[in-house]
């Protein structure tokens, strides 16, 4: 079968198999305490599919309709080192499987598995309710993969574009003496000219209305503190997001305007964004504040194994996302950004925010 995907795209579908096969998934790197699926599902052409796992590697009852198939489970172990190895070491924006896995996989009925794009949920599962002893309603994950390389958790766009007012600009001269610093650090040398120059950059807004109402659907302040956290990155102080929050509060210009927020409140507006992003929000769709990925996140590591940060262990899930996060700089061309422009007598600049893993 001739399907091509790119990384993680194909790293959804290996951690659908890794699940369907191991059934009980870690909750953390270091933990010992695992999630337990009983069930996956997934919709394909309208038709919801239902894989119930008995145990690691036995047979899988998949459920289409009124009709029922088994799938031998013991087949995964084999299977998945496999799959594992031609994502890790595929090459190019995207690429084939191979058709010996399709032929294994056949009654599995993945062969023309699609996982949507529009939604956080990259497949739904049914998990033991540990607190209960009951299983749990469906619950949709999304899967973040670093086999590779870094996963993104925050996708750039001009959706994510912040507007900066630049006051001391004086005439076209000087605006077009720094948008001529060129090179691979050219917006963080454009950033780090103005500071020079005793120029204020200030936050102006978000290039789209949108993004600015779901920051601040999470938090009212989060426009102005990660608009901060943007120039802390882009005159290279720091990547990390732990690393910008602890430069951040030594800035004189944040502690005078936010004298309120100590470290401890800061972090908390920090991982809940980073949460809301992980779990449901997307910049350029407005937010109603529910989590659509209700059950968590599934990371597939380098190595190949799989962890699940779910619901049940929030907090675990939130000190990840904040610990293993960082910002990057995507291409400035596509996304229309860190060069000074004029508009109605005053100069701006537009910086991005992307972030990964």
């Known amino acids: 079968m001739s399907i091509s995907k790119n990384k993680g795209e194909w790293s ?62 013991s087949k995964l172990r084999k299977i998945l080192p ?32 699609r996982f949507s794009r529009d939604r956080k949920s ?34 750039a766009g001009k959706t994510t574009n912040f507007v900066y007012l630049i006051a001391g600009i004086k005439d076209q001269k000087e605006k077009e003496e720094i948008n001529s610093i060129k090179g691979k650090s050219k917006i963080k040398d454009r950033i780090k000219k103005l500071i020079d120059n005793k120029y204020e950059i200030k936050f102006h807004k978000t290039e789209k209305d949108i993004f600015e109402k779901n920051l601040r659907m999470i938090d009212s302040l989060l426009p102005e503190i990660i608009s901060d956290m943007l120039k802390i990155y882009y005159s290279g102080k720091a990547t990390k997001v732990k690393e910008i929050i602890e430069k951040i509060l030594k800035e004189e ?13 800061l972090e908390f507006k920090i991982k809940n964004f980073l949460e809301a992003v992980a779990l449901g929000m997307v910049p350029g769709k407005l937010w109603d504040g529910f989590f659509l990925a209700k059950g968590g996140c599934l990371i597939v590591e380098d190595d190949g194994e ?41 100069f701006y600049i537009n910086l991005n925010l992307q972030i990964r893993f």
Not at 42 to 68: F, H, Q
Not at 124 to 140: I, S
Not at 254 to 262: D, I, Q
Request: hydrophobic share 30%; charged share 30%; glycine share 8%.
């Open 122 to 155: 990259d497949f739904y599962g049914v998990l033991q309710d540990p607190l209960r002893k009951t299983e749990t309603e469906e619950l949709g994950f999304s899967v973040k993969s670093k086999i590779g390389g870094s996963a993104t958790l925050l996708n």
């Open 253 to 265: 210009s944040f502690s005078n305007r936010f004298k309120f927020l100590e470290k401890e409140m």
């Open 306 to 346: 799989l962890v699940c940060y779910y619901m049940y262990n929030r907090d675990e899930l939130r000190k990840y996302l904040y610990e293993n996060t960082r910002f990057e700089s995507p291409s400035s061309e596509r996304h229309c950004y860190g060069k000074i422009y004029e508009k109605c007598g005053s």
């Open 82 to 113: 496999e799959i594992f190895k031609k994502i890790k070491y595929g090459e190019g924006r995207s690429f084939q499987l191979g058709n010996e896995f399709w032929q294994e996989l056949k009654t599995l009925k993945i062969g023309d598995i």
């Open 12 to 73: 959804e579908l290996y951690a659908f198999l890794k699940i369907l096969g191991e059934k009980n998934i870690r909750t953390s790197v270091s933990s010992s305490k695992y999630a337990e699926f009983t069930k996956l599902i997934r919709e394909c052409k309208g038709k919801k599919i239902i894989y119930e796992i008995e145990s690691p590697y036995s047979n899988i009852k998949i459920k289409v309709l009124s009709d029922e198939f088994i799938f031998e489970g």
